[in-house]
């Protein structure tokens, strides 16, 4: 079972290390690496991210790169090997500043938002939860964009 | 057997036509895309190139185009659909405002290059040869830049 | 409610016209533009999809072009202008060779996958459905290269 | 002298033609394409953008698209020839379907702001003119978000 | 009050540390995150560049990295914090290997113009002032090219 | 003169150390820049690339990137000083996790194509060397998927 998703939890730590891991993919195809980055995050990949490169041999190629947990690490490779063609995986520790962050609701005449509040030194940044305005806009068929700007309205 | 390459014809219309074509690449691999190109230049196309594209499900897949003389239209498809995964290929013929061109010879310290010579209006603009200073840059372990150099400091 | 998917329809024709649309898109996030290209497939686009581009004021920025039929212009052109911050769409008929295609089912050691099988002159091309291989290979955890060499190994 | 900015001017048609222009450059550095795109918006260029492209020989290449009013197409040609290494530019006409413009201004509490108000058929958008935030936001040491939230909230 | 611009300063040692940052950013639109490069560098970056990354969910994102000077990283983070919508920054040290520069100045037809001088063993490059020839260029309405060549000319 | 291809290697360990190297390549041509890859690769590097970058003022760059063992970090940097316009390298070791690799050779209607297998825990993985199934592609004007499907079919 998948736990509670990570841009939902509340963070008070503002440093961190995250496990950087990378490879060079040129033997597959676009439609068969893609689910590699759902099959990642699911099994708890920070992020997990796809960049155009252009290898040897004139190939228009793509780098997977894997953000996770330290701890994680040997659980990434493993998915890694598993589900690309690449014979080898990359990987190195990275420091992190993290903006701790907390989660407020707001309520627009469409629904409930959450909104995620960060904040560092004097930065305080509002951010409304993806997931919510996503699930608003579908259901009532508004641009998405319609349901960001009624959550800000209600930001003070 | 190949034909004298383009970059070394004089050409001295200023207007034509030419045969865009394209297909967007998801289920095959870089490696295996990779040859079209050079495969399709040998067979007379002008130009033919891979830009990185982003597809449904998040593939991150490649488009292909090709520009040829209209008449081979029927060539390039044929080898666009032999060589490459893609069921379909879309085309269209676009105008063209093309810049004169005549050849001249230079003579430097490193040996003969020759440099292409373009006119539109009051535009002149000199284009040594590629082939000639990479073959220069090879064989006396220089690098392509000063070769480069060496071309512009005869250009008068 | 959804159409059958086109890729698995059945087509004989071996010509005929695209539409095409674009937009070009700086003022809207990544995370609300990308459900955009669902949006769009549901609807009756052949395909949506993403070029990286970088515009005026160093914007990294985003293309999107849609490809439909001619008849459902209109009906992009809505789609595109609700759900992305453009103001503007471009569009024209672009002319396309397709491969008439069927399909045939195989049977493997993990499962019935079907495999559309493209024909155009002398050329013949087998490709195994993405989403039956998929399927396949999420309920037996396999990688998905798996399922498609088992179905390779059928085909004669 | 350059001519008022076009996204400030108010448009009232929802149909037009646009030109689009295009040239691939291989032959010339990152810095010395870079300036173009201003030259070009400067003159009159509705837009001027980069797409990356991998050409023949694995060259890392860029692609120059321009869109114009099709009365400036020579003169988009001109400078395209003058200030790149291409020594041809192809060029089309496209249909465009534009969403028919006004302005409002609104009053934040760092400022006015001039917002743009599209509509096409029962869709409406607001886009706060960015030259407006951009200048609030570096007069007042803001993050450009700050200035944008402070616009959404006084849209109603 | 802004410093000299580096890269017309002489540097005499041929090694020494670089802080690499970096953050995606799915969240924030291409002309609002499109400033932050001219403020990071302004502040004393040694570079900062977006390169184009496909996320999860299909989201047609943007990596923006920082190079600077170790001493810097808290200054850059700051900036990056406040003017992105990222809400973490990783960063790592690498090493680094410089050329030792020098700069000449040689007189052209169209006027003065500097050049860095950089040497690494047997290797010596020279590099003509972007700014210095872009200068000219504008002033007297040259193509930038014609200047590059001019200066070419003049290195013996 | 070249050793034997690394790809045609048998390799036991399962992890090891590998040099990444980096510059930003802003005043070179693509055409310039190109062979580069070629020149690193035959100098014993285990993998060079380009990713499209963009710069400041607008600059439509690209990153080259290489990967070697760490015993060539000195040769790889000469290299790219040399035969790039930068004037830095930047540096780091990363660890790697390998799979180890043994060959076998399978005999096809169209030839024997040796087949790289690699195992990681309960992976195992089969990868036609690229190499002999283009050779085979182009001596008999198969497209290269056809190869390809032969060698899966012979896999068991
Ligand atoms: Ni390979
Ligand atoms: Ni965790
Ligand atoms: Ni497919
Ligand atoms: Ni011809
Ligand atoms: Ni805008
Ligand atoms: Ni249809
Ligand atoms: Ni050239
Ligand atoms: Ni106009
Ligand atoms: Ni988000
Ligand atoms: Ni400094
Ligand atoms: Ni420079
Ligand atoms: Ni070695």
Chains 1, 2, 3, 4, 5, 6 share one sequence.
């Not at 509040?117 to 993806?130: G, H, L, R």
Request: charged share 20%.
């Amino acid at each position: 079972m998948r736990k509670k998703k990570l841009s939902q939890q509340i963070v008070q730590q503002s440093a961190d290390q995250i496990q950087m891991l990378a490879a060079n993919i040129d033997d597959q195809s676009a439609e068969s690496v893609a689910p590699v980055i759902e099959l990642l995050m699911d099994a708890g990949a920070l992020d997990a991210f796809f960049t155009p490169i252009q290898m040897k041999k004139n190939r228009p190629a793509t780098q997977l790169t894997v953000m996770c947990h330290p701890a994680d690490q040997q659980k990434m490779t493993y998915l890694m090997l598993k589900h690309t063609s690449t014979v080898g995986v990359r990987y190195q520790i990275w420091q992190r500043t993290v903006m701790p962050r907390d989660f407020i609701t707001v309520t627009t005449e469409y629904g409930d938002v959450r909104v995620k509040v960060v904040t560092y030194q004097d930065i305080q940044k509002y951010s409304p939860e993806f997931a919510d305005c996503l699930a608003i806009a579908k259901a009532q068929n508004l641009a998405l964009n319609q349901v960001y700007i009624a959550v800000y309205q209600q930001l003070k």
